[in-house]
């Protein structure tokens, strides 16, 4: 008899012990705090530019992967303490922080925006179509 009642107050015990540990881990955990990186179009940005560079394959490898890092640090930054990063394209409705600014002016700070080349300079002007079909060029007329 005294068994039983020992069982009794044990099962009641561990059932307890299992509520208050189950209320302190659940309690102490607060909700995500969520932002939105529109990391496609920070990265299509750069990719642009670097195109656009005149830079060689190997420079803009080495430019891009230096890019690639220094974004790659500035995201984990903005997730850390808490706050979990979507990209812009995972968030359908809400209002959710754009942290899109801050990033981009971190990255470009530490790594610089590819300048544009300068254009090639024609030294025989191409006529334009109007041009050449007032000159007679293309009318078809034979002489």
Same mark, same amino acid.
């Given at each position: ?50 195109? #656009? ?30 706050? @979990? @990063? ?17 990033? #981009? #002016?971190? @990255? ?12 090639? @300079? ?22």
């Amino acid at each position: 008899m005294w068994v039983d009642v020992a069982l009794v107050f044990g099962l009641v015990g561990i059932v307890c012990w299992g509520g208050w540990v189950t209320k302190s881990l659940l309690g102490s955990q607060q909700s995500p705090h969520f932002v939105k990186l529109q990391l496609q179009g920070i990265i299509s940005e750069y990719l642009q530019a670097q195109a #656009r560079s005149g830079n060689s394959d190997i420079v803009a490898a080495q430019e891009t992967a230096h890019f690639m890092g220094v974004l790659d640090k500035a995201v984990a930054e903005a997730g850390s303490g808490g706050s @979990v @990063v979507l990209v812009n394209e995972a968030v359908i409705g809400g209002s959710i922080p754009d942290v899109t600014a801050q990033i #981009r #002016r971190k @990255v470009y700070a530490q790594v610089a925006m590819p300048s544009q080349a300068a254009a090639p @300079v024609n030294e025989q002007p191409q006529g334009d179509a109007a041009t050449m079909m007032s000159q007679g060029a293309g009318n078809g007329d034979a002489q």
